[in-house]
């Protein structure tokens, strides 16, 4: 079947016609571009931004910023998004007609939801690029950027870091001009015709390699030596990889969650930081992925992530990080206090603030005397502590908004409560900010067979 789906593929090939469209189409001058079958990449590149667009830009954006701050709770130092533009928003002109993208688009509209300083946006600057290279940024024959692009959009990353972190050294510019351009097979776009050794392309190569940078690359769950020597380009990896460089600019370390495109970008980042823990960005961020295990684990100096601009939109980018909790200090300021209107499962002891347990549903409804506005609050301070000395208990905190007639999943976060006095910041809640009043909270208590009897008080709304 491969040798029919070659033939056909040959004969049509010259007349622009793809035996396989969903994948690739045929542009200009032998260029070849990604179909619909990725993320519906020419059908939401051609419509201009739609209202959904937008919505969904302010979700991920609300969500990022909730990471942001959980970062910044465990002692990251800078968080930042590189999106890797498609191959057809920088060469537009080698698209058929047909199939030529919006300006503005989707990309823009997720920019104008989300707070834009967590993001790099390499658009504006390899648009500007390409102009003045003879050799193109990415390669005709493959969905990626190459050594040139991604060595372009590697060092407006440096310059935009460089302003927050002006600590960092980066690589000298030498190492990102054009050494040689070697040939190649054709790329993936060229695979999917069954044509790869019939569309050559051309490899660029940079001064990266003049660097003295020795990479060992581990498997971080079991630390085996998986490669030593030199500083090769390092494929997305589905599981957590390590990658020591021995001579690299700055002695940190940096959680870099990437697709693909981080491929040919992965020499320079090895060049520039002395640890790097990679994983595909789609496995950290999955439900049940190692984001925050690697976070709490490793404890990175920076995490980057690099995605293509087609995937930035996920909907796994608006996922919730766990609730941030701080220990309460003097700095907090009381606003408004909550008042139990209602239990269940839970037996009042012998003094206000004691209960036991005597159901498998236990929780307390709260109510405040005056409707929150969740922006014009910070934090929300929690005291509880176990008759059985427990150092943790599983909570369930629920917040009622706007006129919600009850609580539900959607508005709630579970999270381990150290027990003691702490502050839960209610921005790293999912939706907390997007919700205009919040008339109600609910706390379940979702230990078993532990802290049966506890003490909590009445839940305070603060500022800090």
């Known amino acids: 079947m491969d040798f029919i789906s070659r033939w056909a593929a040959l004969l049509l090939y010259p007349v622009g016609i793809s035996t396989d469209s969903n994948q690739v189409i045929i542009g200009r001058d032998d260029w070849l571009f990604l179909g619909d079958l990725y993320e519906e990449t020419r059908t939401i590149d051609r419509r201009p931004p739609s209202a959904a667009d937008y919505v969904s830009g302010q979700e991920i954006g609300s969500a990022i910023e909730s990471w942001n701050r959980y970062l910044s709770s465990k002692g990251v130092k800078l968080f930042r998004i590189m999106i890797g533009p498609n191959k057809g928003t920088i060469y537009p002109e080698n698209l ?14 997720l920019l104008v939801g989300a707070n834009t300083i967590h993001y790099v946006d390499f658009r504006s600057i390899l648009l500007k690029s390409k102009a003045s290279h003879s050799v193109a940024l990415y390669y005709k024959t493959d969905t990626h950027w190459n050594a040139l692009g991604a060595g372009i959009a590697f060092q407006a990353f440096a310059q935009q870091v460089g302003k927050v972190v002006p600590e960092i050294q980066w690589p000298p510019q030498k190492i990102y001009k054009l050494n040689r351009v070697d040939s190649r097979v054709g790329g993936d776009l060229a695979n999917f015709l069954r044509l790869t050794t019939y569309l050559p392309d051309l490899e660029p190569v940079t001064y990266i390699s003049s660097l003295a940078v020795e990479t060992t690359q581990l498997d971080y769950d079991t630390g085996f030596i998986l490669r030593q020597g030199g500083n090769p380009q390092v494929n997305a990896p589905n599981k957590p990889l390590l990658v020591q460089s021995c001579g690299a600019l700055n002695q940190k370390k940096v959680l870099w969650l990437r ?8 020499p320079f980042m090895a060049a520039t930081f002395s640890e790097v823990l990679q994983l595909h960005w789609a496995e ?26 087609r995937a930035s939109r996920s909907p796994w980018f608006a996922s919730y990080p ?3 909790l701080v220990p309460l200090g003097s700095k907090f300021k009381p606003i408004q206090t909550t008042t139990a209107v209602g239990l269940n499962h839970l037996l009042q002891g012998t003094t206000t603030n004691e209960f036991q347990i005597i159901g498998n549903d236990p929780f307390f409804d709260f109510t405040v005397s005056e409707i929150i506005k969740p922006k014009e609050v910070d934090y929300l301070s929690i005291s509880l502590s176990c008759a059985d000395g427990s150092q943790s208990v599983p909570l369930q905190l629920f917040w009622l908004v706007d006129k919600q007639p009850y609580f539900d999943e959607e508005h709630s976060a579970r999270f381990l409560f150290r027990t003691g006095e702490n502050l839960i910041d209610l921005h790293t809640l999912p939706k907390w900010d997007s919700a205009k009043s919040i008339t109600r909270v609910r706390v379940d208590i979702d230990t078993q067979d532990s802290c049966v009897h506890f003490k909590l008080g009445n839940p305070i709304f603060g500022v800090e």
Do not use: C, H, R
């Not at 199939?99 to 823009?108: E, F, G, L, V, Y």
């Open 322 to 324: 766990p609730p941030v």
């Open 259 to 266: 697709d693909s495109f981080g491929t040919v970008m992965s």
């Open 284 to 309: 950290a961020m999955k439900p049940g992925g190692k984001f925050v295990q690697l976070v709490e684990e490793w404890e990175p100096d920076y995490v980057f992530f690099t995605v293509v601009e």
């Open 96 to 109: 058929p007609i047909w199939a030529k993208p919006s300006i503005p688009n989707a990309t823009d509209a």
